[in-house]
T-cell receptor
Framework: DGGITQSPKYLFRKEGQNVTLSCEQN?????MYWYRQDPGQGLRLIYY???????QKGDIAEGYSVSREKKESFPLTVTSAQKNPTAFYLC???????????FGEGSRLTVL | QQQVKQSPQSLIVQKGGIPIINCAYE??????FPWYQQFPGKGPALLIA?????SEKKEGRFTISFNKSAKQFSLHIMDSQPGDSATYFC??????????????FGTGTQLKVEL
């Protein structure tokens, strides 16, 4: 089945540690996105990539980093510089410049 | 600057009722307006979408009404069922810009349909 796989589903981290969230898609989509979801704030765009080896900052990129070395993979690193990292992180993809976003099931990060 | 404002934040209706969720946008360049449905612990999924060349779109029990002059659009759920209980997000994007189809989301509405 085609889709987006995010891992891990749950992750606990101590303050000061970096953590990397995995996102893999087998939909052959060009574009991939990372969103952060907090209660009452909707989904906010962290980073997006329209093509391999290229990515752009979204609205809340500070404290995050990404890479796009392969079309099917778009990992997100939450660095120790991110002041409030506890959140639900969603990866998505679509064909470049088309409408429907396909989402993964999310990764819930808790900083202890 | 919040570009898509969504209301209400939460909504409770009886089975068979017609919940209505409203969104307003500021950017007149937006030309694609989808609604996403999200169940707890899952990622959002596209429910229905509209472009500004029509004022209404229906898919099953779900209808989007669009008012371009007022820069508002709304989701109506006919004959609502307990299985419709979820969080609903409106969104908007400008497909013409060179930055791809970046969606700007509203803050979400938690809908509960009671028996």
């Amino acid at each position: 089945d085609g889709g987006i796989t995010q891992s891990p589903k749950y992750l606990f981290r101590k303050e000061g540690q970096n953590v990397t969230l995995s996102c893999e898609q087998n939909l052959n989509h060009d574009a991939m996105y990372w969103y952060r979801q907090d209660p009452g704030q909707g989904l906010r765009l962290i980073y997006y990539s329209q093509i391999v080896n290229d990515f752009q900052k979204g609205d809340i990129a500070e404290g995050y980093s990404v890479s796009r070395e392969k079309k099917e993979s778009f990992p997100l690193t939450v660095t120790s510089a991110q002041k409030n990292p506890t959140a639900f992180y969603l990866c998505a993809s679509n064909e470049r410049n088309t409408g429907e976003l396909f989402f993964g099931e999310g990764s819930r990060l808790t900083v202890l | 600057q919040q570009q898509v404002k969504q209301s209400p934040q939460s909504l409770i209706v009886q089975k068979g009722g017609i919940p209505i969720i409203n969104c307003a946008y500021e950017n007149t360049a937006f030309d694609y307006f989808p609604w996403y449905q999200q169940f707890p612990g899952k990622g959002p999924a596209l429910l229905i979408a509209i472009r500004p060349d029509v004022s209404e779109k229906k898919e099953g029990r779900f209808t989007i009404s669009f008012n371009k002059s007022a820069k508002q659009f709304s989701l109506h759920i006919m004959d609502s069922q307990p299985g419709d209980s979820a969080t609903y997000f409106c969104a908007a994007s400008n497909s013409v810009t060179g930055g791809g189809n970046k969606l700007t989301f509203g803050t979400g509405t938690q809908l509960k349909v009671e028996l």
